[in-house]
């Protein structure tokens, strides 16, 4: 009798590759191992060989670069989108693409069962695991570190390595590591260990080697760089005037806004399942995206379409945090988002500059932004009457005056 198939989400380092090991033992399964390329770069190296040497019968490492560019971080920056003020949700966007392809994979090779390495206090195993039942219901989800036997035989790292050594299991890991990391192609995040503290200075010269991305602002160029920008309805699609697809705007963004010390947050956020927790992340060229996408927006988009789109950022972002990405309320956003980007078509200049993003220039061939109408001089074209502002006035001010009076009474 052929056995039950588990796709695991891997990473390679040392839970998942615990996990891997505890989960063939554990259910007697075949174990298919699955990595997302989504940006982590030199992470990847090797991974296939550690996948099969910890038990793997299969090993799926994907490039999903493109499609994560394409489908998942534009439509998501024409919302946008920003989490609590700050957040660029880089760790958040990236898990419905995973959860999609394990689906995908899980029903290509007849497994009945899906596995992650999320911890049971975070935000990523309900990203997961509601991607997989708004895609595919009928597939069980396993989460080791929510299972009690699980915790029981690893209630430490300590643990995990003296089982990997045990094993054969190759990771390379310590038993005590200041903090842990994330990455992709919009950004790097970090959390636990040092961070957990958030008195702790993430930003000092003898902290500085934490960051990949970016150089600190102190460190960057004493010289300012321009950038141009192109917009084609809500899209970035050339960056100084050379067409470029999504995924080569996000990586020489990366490479712009890192060399310029761009992108850098550090914040105390609302997890889902309801504790605060503390993360640092570099988001380079996701934060030159973003503000030169809001700049573009400013001269070709009508007021009122701005407002209401503006009104549902803060839905529209806590639905991407807290794993709704599939969920009919987000696509329905969508729509709208998508919508109301129709006339965002034209180009943004922008200057770099020690960890500022500083606007420098926008142009549209649709702007909605006359300075004939606009000028503090004669309109020549007649379209405002300054005497129209009495009456707008007086209409405005008719209930404050009312209320006032009511005030005056008491």
């Not at 915790?151 to 005590?176: D, Q």
């Not at 970035?236 to 080569?248: E, F, H, I, R, S």
Request: with cysteine.
């Amino acid at each position: 009798m052929a056995k039950e198939k588990i796709v695991l989400a891997y990473s390679g380092g040392l839970d998942t590759s615990i996990i891997l090991k505890w989960l063939k033992e554990t259910y007697d399964a075949e174990i298919i191992a699955f990595t997302a390329d989504i940006g982590q770069k030199e992470e990847l190296d090797g991974l296939e060989e550690k996948a099969l040497a910890t038990g793997a019968s299969k090993v799926y490492i994907d490039d999903l670069r493109d499609e994560f560019a394409n489908d998942f971080i534009y439509p998501m920056f024409q919302s946008g989108a920003l989490y609590e003020g700050q957040y660029l949700l880089g760790t958040s966007i990236a898990r419905p693409l995973i959860a999609k392809r394990m689906v995908d994979i899980a029903r290509a090779e007849g497994a009945t069962m899906i596995a992650h390495g999320a911890t049971g206090k975070g935000n990523d195993q309900v990203r997961f695991e509601l991607g997989v039942a708004a895609l595919a219901p009928e597939i069980n989800v396993i989460a080791p570190w929510r299972l009690e036997e699980f915790r029981n035989e690893f209630p430490g790292r300590a643990e995990m390595i003296a089982y990997a050594e045990k094993h054969g299991i190759p990771v390379t890991a310590s038993a005590a590591k200041s903090y842990s990391m994330d990455r992709n192609l919009l950004h790097i995040s970090y959390e636990s260990g040092v961070l957990e503290d958030p008195w702790f200075d993430a930003s000092t010269p003898e902290n500085k080697d934490m960051f990949l991305l970016s150089a600190s602002p102190e460190d960057a160029p004493d010289e300012a760089e321009y950038l141009e920008l192109e917009f084609v309805q809500g899209d970035c699609v050339a960056l100084n005037g050379k067409k470029l697809t999504p995924l080569q705007v996000m990586e020489q963004l990366n490479d712009l806004g890192g060399k310029h010390g761009i992108g850098r947050v550090d914040m105390v956020e609302n997890r889902f399942v309801g504790m605060k927790s503390r993360g640092i992340y570099e988001t380079p060229g996701g934060t030159i995206l973003f503000t030169a996408h809001r700049k573009m927006e400013s001269i070709t988009m009508d007021r009122e379409v701005m407002n209401l789109r503006d009104s549902l950022i803060t839905r529209y972002s806590t639905l991407v945090y807290n794993g709704f990405w599939f969920a009919p309320e987000r696509l329905t956003l969508q729509a709208l988002v998508k919508e109301s980007q129709n006339n965002v078509t034209g180009t943004v200049r922008v200057k770099l500059y020690k960890g500022n993003v500083i606007s420098a220039g926008v142009k549209s061939p649709v702007s909605l932004y006359n300075p004939e109408i606009a000028t503090m001089e004669a309109d020549p074209t007649q379209a405002y009457d300054q005497g129209d502002a009495t009456g707008f006035i007086h209409l405005n001010a008719l209930r404050l005056k009312v209320a006032a009076g009511v005030q005056q009474n008491k």
